[in-house]
Nanobody, 122 residues
Framework: QVQLVESGGGLVQPGGSLRLSCAASGSIVTINSMGWYRQAAGKERELVASIGSVGNAYYGNSVKGRFTISRDNAKNTVYLQMSSLKPEDTAVYYC????????????????WGQGTQVTVSS
C-alpha cells in the first residue's frame, strides 16, 4: 500500500503564492509519475499538473505560466508552487501518484491523497 500525505494548503489573497507538498510512503519500488488535481465546488476534478520520473512536466491551460510542479525522487515528494493565484484557483487539491509497489510480486496502481483546501480570497 501507498500513503500520500499533502500539506501546504490555506487561505491566500489574490496575486499571492502557496506551495503544496505531497510525500509518498509505503512499499514503493518506483513512482512512475506524480501529479496534482483539483476539484472546485460543483465542478469535476481536473488535472492541474503532472510530472514524470525524468522530470517531464505537463500543465493544464488555466495554470500555465503561474504554477510549477517539481519532484524530489530521493524523498518521494512532489511539490506544486502556485503563484499569481486567482479566486478561480479555489478548490480542494489532490495529490496523485502512479506507483509500482512490492508485495507478492510487483503491482502498479494509482493512489490519491486526502486533499488539501486552497482558498484564494480577499
Amino acid at each position: 500500500q501507498v500513503q500520500l500525505v499533502e500539506s501546504g494548503g490555506g487561505l491566500v489573497q489574490p496575486g499571492g503564492s502557496l506551495r503544496l507538498s505531497c510525500a509518498a510512503s509505503g512499499s514503493i519500488v518506483t513512482i512512475n509519475s506524480m501529479g496534482w488535481y483539483r476539484q472546485a465546488a460543483g465542478k469535476e476534478r481536473e488535472l492541474v499538473a503532472s510530472i514524470g520520473s525524468v522530470g517531464n512536466a505537463y500543465y493544464g491551460n488555466s495554470v500555465k505560466g503561474r504554477f510549477t510542479i517539481s519532484r524530489d525522487n530521493a524523498k518521494n515528494t512532489v511539490y506544486l508552487q502556485m503563484s499569481s493565484l486567482k479566486p478561480e484557483d479555489t478548490a480542494v487539491y489532490y495529490c496523485n501518484a502512479d506507483v509500482t509497489t512490492t508485495g507478492v510480486g510487483l503491482f502498479r496502481g494509482a493512489y490519491w491523497g486526502q486533499g488539501t483546501q486552497v482558498t484564494v480570497s480577499s
